[in-house]
């Protein structure tokens, strides 16, 4: 049991040249699918290891630490270990038909292998525990996803990924920059080395320059306003499939690396606060919030749509990271969990019913309520949990963000996530009156696979079931937050 | 390319050298600067000057693309395989100790072997970099 860290990381890359030496393609989905299972298997069993608390290291090739590399599991690490592998095995579940129509017949195996290395990347970017590793895992996963988005139907797809490439090797280079000065300085690139090295020196102002830069690297990546422009082409014109598969996991990745970094490690809020930084980023999200929600109640394209609300989603976790109470972290942590679900499941039902649409339209929806009863009441309940509506996990997320808000320094923010909450309303009803409201058109429903309706099933049980049990979301997201601003306060 | 005489022989005297140093660096690698990864880079650019000089149909009846991806896939392969065998002989992932009857010639065994793997992978990358860019149907 001692191997479960390296085994979820190192058995998708095994599958990987397996893959690429089978090429046929029901072959090569029987062993994604089998691999993403087990690998969710894995992780359950690590999460039960680590769930009091424990903290597990493995050290590569038997080196020890502060020269070996190592791997770090620990709570935090297994709660978006659960959600990245989760989500990958409920899109690969679902998405076979969909993949077979939507990608070019003999770049099927090619994009089932960059999926793989795709969710290596993200395993591993949450495994390690060296900063450079992180660096070259999130290279990995960037450069699979590049493949990923290009692949699909509609023509802006190449653009997308080009723009995606272009802007996210530029994110990699501040990243890569800030993990230099950090090494020039502390001499170790050993997390747990580094947050003990940081404790002991005075910061020189170059350190706060590198934060600079890894906060700028680290929000391209994910996407956080006003650096999130590469996520509504990519979310608009890339594989229905791998919209929803990256809409729960490559900016939450990007959230782990801002809580585990600057949190965790580096302990970078006093350096924040000395330069009044922590108010410029607040304020930021704060207009990222009010924007995006604007945008999003101004678009046509459902897709588009849903890409400007997990901007301001986005946004209200950056809101909550900043203010930094021990209850904001919980908020942030439980609307990274839930907000994952809800957005994957939104992009699912649309992933099913619109296989062969380039761009899906808010008329496009209309009449759907009668042609596919099942499917757009799950839509209804998704995007119900999106704006907040009680029974659902939106809410407790958002219950969480606007009281913990409200008993911090800056409870006058929690008037703008209020508001903001109320604005998603107006887009959801949009779709909601097009799909139950508007005349059906003479589209015929195409019967929807049972194992796509199990995964669309799960995600909707889900937002429904945290809605009212709140042990998994919650009891974790204290347990982490606890240890983490135990941290700080050292 | 071939008419230009200069080229042509300039190239076939430096391709030996260049693949000479390649090996070199793929070997040497663990005792002195250099590595699998240099060395691939560096093999396959002495097969893409090749490549480029007398026309890409007589490279690619030495290795062709089928080869050329296979081969990669063999790299990564060798890289897992080996680090999996740490595993299967009781150590941590990448722990060459158990390979042999002590541990340094373990170590030894471990390294060359990964070097390899690595080497192949990125040469062949490189080389189907290359590749793709001059074929227009796949």
């Given at each position: 049991m001692s191997q479960l860290p390296i085994l979820i990381i190192v058995l998708p890359l095994l599958m990987v040249p397996i893959c690429l030496f089978i090429k046929e393609k029901n072959y090569v989905y029987l062993l994604t699918l089998t691999i993403s299972s087990v690998n969710l298997i894995l992780v359950c069993f690590l999460f039960y290891e680590v769930h009091l608390g424990?903290?597990?290291?493995?050290?590569?090739?038997?080196w020890q630490a502060p020269i070996g590399i190592r791997l770090q599991a620990d709570l935090l690490s297994c709660y978006f270990l659960l959600l990245i592998n989760f989500m990958s095995f409920i899109c690969i579940l679902s998405g076979k038909e969909i993949i077979t129509k939507e990608i070019h017949p003999q770049n099927v195996y090619l994009f089932y292998i960059a999926w793989l290395l795709c969710n290596v990347g993200f395993s591993g970017i949450i495994l390690t525990n060296d900063i450079f590793n992180l660096f070259v895992f999130l290279e990995i996963s960037s450069l699979s996803s590049y493949f990923l988005i290009s692949q699909g139907m509609h023509k802006g797809s190449n653009i997308a990924a080009l723009q995606?490439?272009?802007?996210?090797?530029?994110?990699?280079?501040?990243?890569?920059?800030?993990?230099?000065?950090?090494?020039?300085?502390?001499?170790?690139?050993?997390?747990?080395?580094?947050?003990?090295?940081?404790?002991?020196?005075?910061?020189?102002?170059?350190?706060?320059?590198?934060?600079?830069?890894?906060?700028?690297?680290?929000?391209?990546?994910?996407?956080?306003?006003?650096l999130h422009t590469w996520l509504v082409r990519t979310y608009a014109y890339s594989p229905s499939v791998i919209v929803a598969y990256f809409a729960?996991?490559?900016?939450?990745?990007?959230?782990?690396?801002?809580?585990?970094?600057?949190?965790?490690?580096?302990?970078?809020?006093?350096?924040?606060?000395?330069?009044?930084?922590?108010?410029?980023?607040?304020?930021?999200?704060?207009?990222?919030?009010l924007l995006s929600t604007t945008y999003a109640i101004k678009q046509t394209d459902v897709k588009k749509m849903l890409a400007f609300s997990s901007v301001a989603?986005?946004?209200?976790?950056?809101?909550?990271?900043?203010?930094?109470?021990?209850?904001?972290?919980?908020?942030s942590l439980i609307h990274i969990f839930n907000h994952s679900i809800i957005k994957t499941?939104?992009?699912?039902?649309?992933?099913?019913i619109f296989v062969t649409n380039q761009q899906v339209k808010t008329t496009d929806l209309s009449g759907l309520g009668k042609k596919y009863p099942y499917m757009m009441s799950a839509f209804v309940i998704l995007s119900f949990g999106l704006i907040g509506v009680p029974l659902t996990s939106g809410f407790i997320s958002k219950w969480y963000l606007v009281t913990s808000i409200l008993e911090s320094d800056f409870w006058y923010l929690s008037i703008i996530v209020l508001i903001t909450s109320f604005m998603t309303l107006f887009y959801v009803w949009k779709l909601i009156e097009k799909?139950?409201?508007?005349?059906?058109?003479?589209?015929?429903?195409?019967?929807?696979?049972?194992?796509?309706?199990?995964?669309?099933?799960?995600?909707?049980?889900?937002?429904?079931?945290?809605?009212?049990?709140?042990?998994l979301t919650v009891g974790i997201s204290e347990d982490i937050s606890y240890m983490i601003m135990q941290g700080i306060n050292k | 390319m071939k008419d230009y005489i200069i080229l042509r022989i300039i190239t076939k005297l430096t391709i030996p050298l260049i693949l000479l140093f390649g090996l070199y660096v793929q070997f040497h690698g663990d005792y002195s600067a250099g590595g699998g990864f240099q060395a691939g880079v560096i093999l396959a650019s002495g097969f893409i000057l090749y490549n480029i000089i007398f026309g890409?149909?007589?490279g690619k009846a030495v290795l062709s693309q089928r080869m050329s991806k296979i081969l990669m896939g063999i790299g990564v392969l060798l890289f897992v395989g080996v680090g999996i065998m740490g595993i299967i002989l009781g150590g941590n992932f990448l722990e060459y100790n158990s390979f042999s009857f002590?541990?340094?010639?373990?170590?030894?065994?471990?390294?060359?072997?990964?070097e390899i793997g690595v080497g192949l992978t990125v040469g062949n990358v490189m080389i189907l970099v290359f590749y793709a860019f001059n074929n227009e149907e796949s």
């Amino acid at each position: 049991m001692s191997q479960l860290p390296i085994l979820i990381i190192v058995l998708p890359l095994l599958m990987v040249p397996i893959c690429l030496f089978i090429k046929e393609k029901n072959y090569v989905y029987l062993l994604t699918l089998t691999i993403s299972s087990v690998n969710l298997i894995l992780v359950c069993f690590l999460f039960y290891e680590v769930h009091l608390g424990k903290t597990i290291f493995y050290e590569l090739g038997g080196w020890q630490a502060p020269i070996g590399i190592r791997l770090q599991a620990d709570l935090l690490s297994c709660y978006f270990l659960l959600l990245i592998n989760f989500m990958s095995f409920i899109c690969i579940l679902s998405g076979k038909e969909i993949i077979t129509k939507e990608i070019h017949p003999q770049n099927v195996y090619l994009f089932y292998i960059a999926w793989l290395l795709c969710n290596v990347g993200f395993s591993g970017i949450i495994l390690t525990n060296d900063i450079f590793n992180l660096f070259v895992f999130l290279e990995i996963s960037s450069l699979s996803s590049y493949f990923l988005i290009s692949q699909g139907m509609h023509k802006g797809s190449n653009i997308a990924a080009l723009q995606y490439l272009f802007i996210g090797s530029i994110g990699a280079v501040f990243i890569l920059l800030g993990i230099a000065v950090i090494y020039a300085h502390l001499g170790t690139l050993n997390m747990t080395d580094m947050s003990e090295k940081f404790l002991q020196i005075e910061i020189p102002k170059s350190l706060i320059f590198s934060i600079g830069l890894l906060i700028t690297g680290i929000a391209i990546k994910s996407a956080i306003f006003p650096l999130h422009t590469w996520l509504v082409r990519t979310y608009a014109y890339s594989p229905s499939v791998i919209v929803a598969y990256f809409a729960g996991t490559s900016t939450k990745v990007g959230i782990y690396i801002l809580v585990r970094v600057f949190l965790d490690i580096l302990n970078a809020i006093n350096p924040l606060e000395q330069y009044s930084l922590i108010e410029f980023i607040l304020f930021i999200s704060l207009v990222g919030a009010l924007l995006s929600t604007t945008y999003a109640i101004k678009q046509t394209d459902v897709k588009k749509m849903l890409a400007f609300s997990s901007v301001a989603q986005l946004s209200y976790i950056i809101i909550a990271l900043m203010v930094l109470t021990n209850d904001s972290l919980v908020a942030s942590l439980i609307h990274i969990f839930n907000h994952s679900i809800i957005k994957t499941g939104l992009f699912l039902v649309i992933a099913i019913i619109f296989v062969t649409n380039q761009q899906v339209k808010t008329t496009d929806l209309s009449g759907l309520g009668k042609k596919y009863p099942y499917m757009m009441s799950a839509f209804v309940i998704l995007s119900f949990g999106l704006i907040g509506v009680p029974l659902t996990s939106g809410f407790i997320s958002k219950w969480y963000l606007v009281t913990s808000i409200l008993e911090s320094d800056f409870w006058y923010l929690s008037i703008i996530v209020l508001i903001t909450s109320f604005m998603t309303l107006f887009y959801v009803w949009k779709l909601i009156e097009k799909i139950y409201f508007s005349q059906a058109e003479n589209i015929k429903a195409e019967p929807v696979l049972t194992h796509q309706g199990i995964g669309v099933f799960v995600l909707t049980a889900l937002t429904l079931y945290l809605g009212l049990d709140t042990t998994l979301t919650v009891g974790i997201s204290e347990d982490i937050s606890y240890m983490i601003m135990q941290g700080i306060n050292k | 390319m071939k008419d230009y005489i200069i080229l042509r022989i300039i190239t076939k005297l430096t391709i030996p050298l260049i693949l000479l140093f390649g090996l070199y660096v793929q070997f040497h690698g663990d005792y002195s600067a250099g590595g699998g990864f240099q060395a691939g880079v560096i093999l396959a650019s002495g097969f893409i000057l090749y490549n480029i000089i007398f026309g890409i149909d007589v490279g690619k009846a030495v290795l062709s693309q089928r080869m050329s991806k296979i081969l990669m896939g063999i790299g990564v392969l060798l890289f897992v395989g080996v680090g999996i065998m740490g595993i299967i002989l009781g150590g941590n992932f990448l722990e060459y100790n158990s390979f042999s009857f002590d541990s340094t010639s373990g170590q030894m065994i471990g390294i060359f072997l990964i070097e390899i793997g690595v080497g192949l992978t990125v040469g062949n990358v490189m080389i189907l970099v290359f590749y793709a860019f001059n074929n227009e149907e796949s």
